[in-house]
């Protein structure tokens, strides 16, 4: 298990596709019966989409996966709002899976990306025909750094909590010898 661990932990530090890791720490979720780590890497590996088995009601898409960027018509004009109240219409959060955002990281010009639910919601309030979300390219590395980034948290706690319970079983253990032999053993 600890293999795996380290394996999975120096495959995330220098690895350049996280969908490749997201099997090796599902497995290790698994193992070690993290069920919020698993349900974490299966929407990442799958996207955030209600055919996702782990999308549950109440999950949202992360903000870490928000892209800033515009809307455009079909012919490419933007949609130009200048109410601060309103610039949470300049981000989109991304429900792709993990490697479709890696593949479109590659991409060299900037990426459209149509959502008929908020063009109709933009329709609606603002009386405005938009086509799709346009950001650029560039957005994704910081996506997929925050990605990154919460993995190897999560598994850094996991590693943290199991030497603690290690420490913590080495200790009840001790508990079970003979005084004479605590008394010489126990540091």
Do not use: C
């Not at 593949?103 to 329709?123: G, Q």
């Not at 290690?166 to 540091?187: I, N, Y």
């Amino acid at each position: 298990m600890k293999e795996l661990y380290e394996e999975i932990l120096q495959n995330v530090r220098t690895g350049d596709q996280l969908s490749a890791v997201f099997p090796s720490a599902l497995i290790f979720a698994k193992k070690v019966s993290n069920v919020q780590l698993e349900n974490w890497i299966l929407l990442e590996t799958n996207g955030y989409y209600n055919s996702n088995s782990a999308m549950e009601e109440g999950t949202v898409v992360p903000e870490y996966r928000s892209v800033p960027g515009r809307w455009h018509d079909i012919h490419g004009r933007p949609f130009i709002l200048n109410d601060p109240d309103l610039q949470f219409i300049n981000e989109y959060r991304l429900r792709n899976p993990v490697f479709d955002i890696e593949e479109l990281s590659r991409n060299t010009s900037h990426i459209d990306l149509p959502d008929a639910k908020f063009t109709s919601k933009i329709k609606e309030r603002f009386n405005v025909d938009v086509y799709a979300f346009r950001f650029s390219p560039k957005s994704l590395a910081g996506v997929l750094s925050s990605i990154r980034s919460h993995l190897i948290t999560s598994l850094m706690s996991l590693g943290h909590e199991e030497s603690i319970q290690k420490q913590e079983s080495s200790a009840t253990d001790l508990s079970l010898l003979h005084p004479t032999v605590k008394s010489v053993s126990g540091d």
